[in-house]
């Protein structure tokens, strides 16, 4: 059988710094292959050359064997990861006075590939509704058919804490998780152990960071009552309510660690608030005066032309007397508003 070697270039590194003696101390790791190339691909991407690295460095007095058998047993666990949950590593035996070898050979023997065949949630009983325990029952037989693999089981770990959270759960846990063969078949059964918590409802919102800012303002964006079931995708809706208001520059929606005697949370809002630099509002400030200054000088120009007006003409065009005149309203909104602002700054 062909077999993948592990190149050492560390061991020459190793030689140059710590002397010959311990790169010759540390046998140099081969890989065999499998029958399947894609797990071949995650062995030599997951062979911790840096670990073994470190495992040279002290092999004159600790010896190989431990570094190279905890390798072994973490492969193990990486394969049976990707689903050959009776997946093994085969290693020579080598006596302590025989010296190190040149080489140790590593030999993976995965066995099937386990499929999920069942998927049992513990911990729903008598605290969700039937409603809910049939959502979760339904997202998790999609699962079955899928090679039992350790992400997979992590997804249904999300999609339980998901859906309990969404049904007023919010202290759900997972309390317990594994890939259990089924005798006689490559089948596994996904089980998932859960502490639901509290039903929550919610309860009032304190705000704390108001400087401008009213609470009965903030209070009028929020999407739920006191007395509300608890919804996670509602309580996004509210902190994304206020990062849009104008005068709030960032937010942050804090739950309790529980329920109090009522089964409410009792929210807080901690507000950031937009604060105006005073280089602002002076440019501002300017940017008004100068359009007061140039609207006066409009009208007095006006004025003072009115005498020059060809005969029969007492007027100047209409557009020419608006003008003026926004201008002036421009001037003095702005300067209004940025005196407004450096004395109540929000």
Do not use: C
């Amino acid at each position: 059988m062909p077999a993948i070697v592990a190149t050492l270039a560390w061991a020459a590194m190793l030689s140059l710094f710590a002397g010959p003696a311990v790169a010759a101390d540390f046998p140099a790791i081969e890989l065999q292959t499998t029958s399947n190339d894609a797990l071949d691909g995650v062995l030599r991407a997951a062979l911790n050359a840096p670990e073994l690295e470190r495992a040279a460095d002290g092999a004159a007095t600790r010896g190989w064997q431990p570094a190279v058998e905890a390798e072994r047993h973490r492969l193990e666990e990486l394969m049976r990861g990707q689903g050959y949950l009776h997946a093994r590593i085969e290693m020579p035996d080598a006596a302590d006075d025989a010296g190190s070898p040149d080489k140790i050979a590593l030999r993976p023997i995965a066995g099937p590939l386990f499929r999920v065949g069942m998927v049992e949630v513990d911990g729903l009983e008598g605290v969700a509704t039937d409603a809910v325990r049939d959502d979760v029952s339904l997202q998790m037989m999609e699962a079955v058919g899928k090679p039992a693999r350790g992400d997979l089981l992590a997804t249904l770990e999300d999609e339980v804490l998901w859906r309990l959270r969404t049904a007023s759960y919010p202290f759900v846990r997972v309390t317990g998780r594994a890939l259990q063969p089924i005798p006689g078949q490559a089948l596994a059964t996904a089980r998932i152990v859960v502490e639901p918590g509290a039903l929550a409802r919610f309860g009032a919102v304190a705000y704390s960071g108001l400087v401008g800012l009213k609470q009965d303002e903030l209070s009028r964006l929020q999407p739920f009552k006191q007395g509300d079931p608890y919804d996670p995708d509602m309580l996004e809706r509210f902190r994304e309510a206020l990062l849009g208001h104008p005068s709030v520059k960032n937010v942050r929606v804090r739950l309790p660690q529980a329920v109090d005697a009522d089964g409410l949370l009792q929210l807080r809002a901690e507000v950031e608030e937009q604060n105006l630099r005073a280089d602002d509002a002076t440019g501002g400030y300017r940017t008004g005066l100068v359009a007061a200054v140039s609207a006066l000088a409009a009208l007095a120009i006006r004025q003072v032309s009115v005498a020059s007006l060809r005969p029969g003409r007492s007027r100047w065009p209409l557009w020419l007397e608006v003008v003026p005149v926004l201008l002036l309203a421009a001037a003095f909104y702005l300067i209004a508003q940025r005196m407004l602002l450096l004395a109540f700054p929000s």
